[in-house]
């Protein structure tokens, strides 16, 4: 029997059909299966090294989210552990210790700190009378629906024909559709994969490798995220051959970018080629967010660059 009051948290899991398909071309994501976090944490600090036992290194964050005392915390999905020693009560400093006797955990801006203690408990009922043991299945219809006193978390959604581990963050509770998430895999180009996202935005994952453009991107829709598998893993370049162009423009509000490299490929240090801008065009075009990336030959440019 839960302890509190619960509420409905429903979410429908969506899948691609086929390679390139539009945003409207999508089907249930039977079978698959989530996993419920308690709300994580963001890191702000650019990078702190935590040595083999280690105690009380401070990293800063975001918001300190429902992370308490005592926690273990992931340095990203699936990551090396460490145990939180104190919590600042302004909400955007924590205290951690290294358990590991022989191995460094690093963090950096954008690392995700996964609370893997304690998870939130999840009911098939209002009552709470029957506990639902993770990883929880989605059902024909790829909805998942549980019952949670938790009022914020992190999830993971996997299987069921999707191509990559989905990671939500900062959710809240109700009924909603997860939101809309493309793999670069499955599109002809990295251009076609942003194109497919609905007007209301959604995130792109692109697996580790290298994206070569003989074309600039550009986002033309709202809250987009774009998201690698690190900034040493995932590298968007542009190909010298190609001469210069924009890699990338932003003309709406709320872009954000990842764990990845963008690298504007200069062909050589001449005055003719410094490489690409990353162009961000129009009044008012603010909520842009870059963390955890690394930018090589690029000029941030105005609208009149």
């Known amino acids: 029997m839960a302890d509190s009051v619960l509420s409905r948290l429903e979410i429908q899991v969506l899948r691609n059909v086929g390679t390139g398909t539009p945003s409207d071309v999508q089907v249930p994501a039977a079978g698959a299966v989530a996993v419920f976090y308690r709300q994580g944490a963001t890191v702000k600090s650019n990078q702190v090294d935590i040595g083999p036992g280690e105690e ?34 302004y909400g955007n400093e924590l205290l951690v210790s290294n358990p590991s006797e022989d191995t460094q955990v690093s963090v950096f801006n954008g690392t995700r700190l996964v609370v893997d203690s304690n998870r939130p408990k999840v009911f098939a009922d209002p009552a709470g009378s029957l506990e639902k043991p993770p990883p929880v299945s989605a059902g024909p219809d790829g909805r998942v629906g549980v019952y949670t006193a938790t009022p914020r978390f992190d999830y993971t959604v996997l299987g069921g024909g999707l191509t990559d581990t989905r990671f939500y963050v900062d959710q809240i509770g109700g009924v ?82 990842y764990d990845l490299q963008v690298d504007g490929a200069a062909s050589s240090p001449s005055v003719s080629d410094l490489g690409s801008c990353m162009r961000f065009i129009g009044y008012e075009i603010s909520g842009n967010l870059v963390q955890n990336c690394y930018m090589e030959n690029l000029r941030p440019c105005p609208a009149s660059c």
């Open 56 to 89: 009380d290194a401070l990293i800063e964050v975001y918001s300190t989210g429902w992370i308490a005392r005592g926690d273990i915390v992931l340095a990203g999905l699936g990551g090396l552990p460490l145990l939180v020693t104190d919590v600042d009560a």
């Open 176 to 257: 909603a559709p997860s939101p809309p998430w493309r793999s670069a895999r499955d599109f002809p180009t990295l251009q076609a994969a942003i194109d497919s996202l609905p007007a209301t935005g959604g995130e792109v994952h692109l697996p580790a490798g290298i994206y070569t453009l003989t074309s600039g991107l550009v986002i033309q829709t709202g809250n987009v995220t774009l998201r690698g598998d690190g900034p040493l893993a995932t590298i968007i370049q542009r190909d010298p051959s190609a001469g210069v162009f924009d890699l990338i423009s932003v003309i709406q509000p709320d872009c954000r970018f």
